[in-house]
């Protein structure tokens, strides 16, 4: 029997993972052990490949299978191999639209950006970092064109992310959880109380917090046979093939929680990696559907399972023959507290579970406003402030805290934002879906059990890759589409008990 | 002005550098941090990178460009760019002369080979080994016919790891060498003297030495800015690229010799890869020249500096104070004696300084009448065991500690062995040289001063590559064609003094 075109399909995008794995590793060494002097080669050999990678998909003869498949409705049916073809089609036709020159202008702008970005910030100097913003706008207004969209712009942009999602889906439900949770946020503050945060900030070793860390990843089922923990200076979850996935984290001796919390994040990362299916590495239905739904695996363990007072109730006695100094005299409920402290900040990526989303909805009503012409990128600053000041009660004292604090945009990365909160959303809406499923998560957290909860995420999560859309998968594991409820309600109770504020 | 067919080559070699560095850093990464379920996906991942590059080098386009040189006599001049062309002539007649079926014979014969190897060395059973290193055997020949010789087969093996040496030079050398080695060696165990090794095997924590062995490391130049100190189980001297050069190493908490000599060792191998010219990184000329001229540098720098009175007269102290308990008591000599016990052993890697050379004589000798066809590979054991107990005064007690010991000739590394002495022959011709034109270096070392001999061989042997081959190398750089004498001068000299046996 000869080869078919899927078969051979399958074949090409399985070397080309061969390629992608080694690319994956090149990263995860640049960013754990390269030795300083290497950096300028280790940016050769990414490039290079890169152009390899990207010379193999954007093969004609990719696209002349795929028409193959389709001639044969390969596509149609519903299948893996189905979903393999339509994914593969999407993937391709987004590569192959993109005229060169526009690909080349994007890379350009973005590695000069974010030099101006840099310094911008260094300097707290938003205009000098203005006409390259201006510039990035301009080219992505370009690229959604080329792209194509049905109602916005915007949606074309989302989609490199959030395969299926819409501004106006978008626009809508964060519309709503920011007309709950501002008043929530507000509440908190009005409530006076101060969690005992002092407790986190003691003598904590490095080498402890490791093996403590370790011992939780490996009880919420991350598989070190497969997987393994370095350190970083901006924890991620990376790794170098289908057995091979890398949690990272950065410790600080003086205190537990914020490596803690990476490594949670990571290892929820690392969980829906390790759960793909192996067998299908390379194709689509092998692969992370979205940022939103990978977001909603790494929250979820580290949000509504990692500071949750069930938890504690479990790893607060390991913790304390781990830390015994550290943690002497402590009560439980006190730490409970201090890892769920709340409070209006300025820095995004410092924020807790309760104010972060009103961060998030800052930076997605900028940038629609940016790419529709709505917002002059020089209107900006005083945007983001007035922003900030509404629905956090605070403003930044200067752009390089505000504005300019992070590196998204310089980079090109506009509609990624709100895959932050799709994230958040996401996991509260599975987690609800889990608990019905799976009777009282707390009881099973409170005994050590954390293995029910990961194997149901595997089966109606993690295995199914790209099979469907985003928001299909989510409406299959939920039965419901998107909502902030199961958020505002998960939010509500939490900062209810803790802070008397709902 | 158009591209020249040298501009060609040369851009094409530093692009085919991007793919073997990186194939460099998979290496390196499966033997320091791969989980353990991920090594089938990168075995595919490094026979994926291995095609690739093996087609860019037997690339026919390289042939024509190579031949546009030479109808220009671009080869002929005393340059740099006529000795890439030179070099790349011969890397290209190599690889192109062996006929792919021969290749692929020997890959496979290779792969079972080791694998019988491995259960054979378990079992103690060479008669289950024994027919695959009769194929081996054949297909070396062939692979011997292929690529051409003057005046033996094994001329043509031993060019692969030694290009310009020849059998009957070795033959003559080792000779002269086993002749007076052997009394040496007997006269050493007729002393009937035992060094205090005992001061060697107490507490020695795993972090102190990795400490100290990167102090050392530092202090005889090796560049941590562009490179690294890693745990494996077989040390070795890897990296990734000009700016990032790897040293691996095993601890032992109980002992503290062998970290640190392996440290030393691949610091020697490491400064040699930092000081070849990185501006010529993936040209011949960017490339060290033999694995014999390798070896020179990690054993110039493991034995004849690392294990001398003088290297040890600076270093004592800060030892004592790295390692208090340890060292407490212990005089200088003693420690001294116990660093260079010299006693026939069984094992290879294991051997020490003076016995070592007698190891590698056995297994040259064997493997040219293994290749001749005047011993049978029946016969290979019996013929080991008669060697052993004549050169060393040793019989093995089974195979698996004999001729089974190691795995090179399953691998088809036949004309390997000899580069091992090769490099303690160079290494002490050239630390000869170097005594000549820097002065007093026992002075020097016992101030601390290690940087007159870094910077010699740099100038002398590291920046120069591939430029000259090596005999001519190493004599440009000692004025003298390659001897036994310096190295046994040198054995006599130390061994005289500790086991009054000269």
Known sequence: MSESAYDKLVAHARETALLTSTQDLLFWDEETYLPPAAGDYRAEQVAYLAKLVHARRTDPQVGEWLGECEADGLDKADSVEAADVREMRRDFNKRTKLPPKLVEELSRTASLAQKAWRDARQADDFASFQPH???????????????????????????????????????????????????????????????????????????????????????????FNSGRLDVTAHPFCGGAGPQD???????????????FYSILHEAGHGLYEQ???ADRYGLPTGEAVSLGIHESQSRMWENLVGRSHAFWKH??????????????????????????????????????EATYNLHIIVRFELEQALLAGDLPVADL?????????????????????????????????????????????????????????????????????????????????????????APQLAERVTGKPLSHEPLMAHLRAKYGSLYGAA
Chains 1, 2 share one sequence.
């Open 245 to 259: 996935v890398r949690l990272t984290t950065r410790y600080d001796a003086q205190e537990f929680s914020s490596a």
């Open 315 to 352: 790893w607060f006695g390991p913790l304390g023959e781990q830390f015994p100094a550290a943690i002497k005299g402590v009560e439980l409920d006190d730490f409970y507290f201090a890892i769920n402290e709340a409070r209006p900040s300025l820095i995004r990526v410092e924020a807790d």
């Open 133 to 223: 913003l201006e510039k990035m706008i301009g080219l992505k207004r370009q690229e959604a064109e080329a792209l194509g969209y049905d109602e916005s712009p915007y949606d074309a942009l989302l989609n490199d992310y959030e395969p299926g999602e819409t501004v106006a889906n978008l626009t809508k439900v964060l519309g709503a959880l920011r007309a709950e949770l501002a008043p929530l946020v507000e509440a908190i503050v009005a409530s006076g109380k101060q969690p005992p945060v002092r407790v986190l900030e003691r003598d904590y070793k490095i080498a402890a917090q490791r093996t403590f860390g370790k011992r939780v990843a490996e009880a919420i089922g991350f598989d």
């Open 381 to 469: 600053p005083a945007a983001w402030n007035e922003k900030y000041q509404q629905y956090l009660g605070i403003t930044p004292p200067n752009d390089a805290d505000g504005v300019l604090q992070d590196v998204h945009w310089s980079c090109g990365l506009i509609g990624y934002f709100p895959t932050y909160t799709l994230g958040n959303l996401y996991a509260s809406q599975m987690f609800d879906a889990a608990h019905d499923a799976l009777g009282d998560l707390d009881e099973q957290f409170a005994q050590g059990e954390f293995q029910p909860l990961r194997d149901w995420l595997r089966t109606h999560v993690h295995q199914h890759g790209r099979r469907y859309g």
């Open 275 to 277: 759960g793909l299916p």
